[in-house]
């Protein structure tokens, strides 16, 4: 997303002297920013309502609603972000880690209704490195039944883009990813570079 504020808010994210409580201010802040262009999609219906004057037509989301579905822990702290400009979404919890030896993502717990036909979902993952942990995660969505996924980003590393790419080029389901800006590259740890450090730590502290 190209807009003079994003790429503020994301400096400011990067600084390392940055502290917690403004980091996740600005995590939520710029989640906004983000949603807007994400929810350009979003189903709608119209309705017939009457203001103080006269009767008119309006829009309104359709149902099912939304459903939001954070990807712990890091993706939690984009939560409020997004409930801030769709309050009337649901939302999902989706539990992952990536193993650091392999890289590979490990789910560990999830809270989503086990029917999702005809469900826009939109995912909550602060960082796109290698694209596994987001891959399958739209994997396991798409096989509940979700027939709409966008993917909200802070950052994105090229590879990972191009994985994920692969890893969903099977799925008859669209999916669209949204990010604050695409990085240079992922290092010998898997981490982007020069990106903004591990995001679960900076809004939550050291995970053991």
Same mark, same amino acid.
């Given at each position: 997303?190209?807009?003079?504020?994003?790429?503020?808010?994301?400096?400011? %994210?990067? @600084?390392?002297?940055?502290?917690?409580?403004?980091?996740?201010?600005?995590? @939520?802040? %710029?989640? &906004?920013?983000?949603? *807007?262009?994400?929810?350009?999609?979003?189903?709608?219906?119209?309705?017939?309502? &009457?203001?103080?004057?006269?009767? &008119?037509?309006? &829009?309104? +989301?359709?149902?099912?609603?939304?459903?939001?579905?954070?990807? +712990?822990?890091?993706?939690?702290?984009?939560?409020?972000?997004?409930?801030? +400009?769709?309050?009337?979404? @649901?939302?999902?919890?989706?539990?992952?880690?990536? =193993? @650091?030896?392999?890289?590979?993502?490990?789910? *560990?717990?999830?809270?989503?209704?086990?029917?999702?036909?005809?469900?826009? !979902?939109?995912?909550?993952?602060?960082?796109?490195?290698?694209?596994?942990?987001?891959?399958?995660?739209?994997?396991?969505?798409?096989?509940?039944?979700?027939?709409?996924?966008?993917?909200? !980003?802070?950052?994105?590393?090229?590879?990972?883009?191009?994985?994920?790419?692969?890893? %969903?080029?099977?799925? =008859?389901?669209? !999916?669209?990813?949204?990010?604050?800006?695409? =990085?240079?590259?992922? =290092?010998?740890?898997? *981490?982007?570079?020069?990106?903004?450090?591990?995001?679960?730590?900076?809004? *939550?502290?050291?995970?053991?």
């Amino acid at each position: 997303m190209k807009h003079p504020l994003v790429d503020h808010k994301l400096t400011l %994210l990067r @600084e390392a002297s940055t502290e917690q409580p403004t980091f996740r201010r600005l995590v @939520e802040e %710029l989640v &906004t920013l983000l949603a *807007y262009e994400a929810t350009r999609g979003v189903r709608v219906r119209q309705v017939d309502i &009457t203001t103080p004057v006269a009767r &008119t037509t309006g &829009t309104r +989301l359709a149902q099912p609603a939304p459903l939001v579905v954070p990807i +712990l822990r890091a993706g939690l702290g984009m939560l409020d972000g997004m409930l801030r +400009l769709m309050p009337a979404a @649901e939302v999902g919890f989706l539990g992952m880690i990536r =193993d @650091e030896e392999t890289l590979m993502p490990v789910t *560990y717990a999830e809270r989503l209704p086990q029917d999702l036909s005809g469900r826009q !979902c939109y995912v909550l993952d602060p960082m796109l490195a290698t694209g596994g942990s987001l891959g399958e995660a739209v994997k396991f969505l798409v096989g509940r039944g979700a027939d709409d996924i966008t993917a909200i !980003c802070l950052l994105a590393a090229p590879e990972g883009i191009e994985n994920i790419q692969n890893l %969903l080029a099977h799925l =008859d389901v669209p !999916c669209t990813l949204v990010v604050a800006a695409v =990085d240079e590259r992922l =290092d010998e740890q898997g *981490y982007i570079v020069p990106g903004l450090g591990d995001a679960g730590d900076r809004l *939550y502290g050291l995970a053991d």
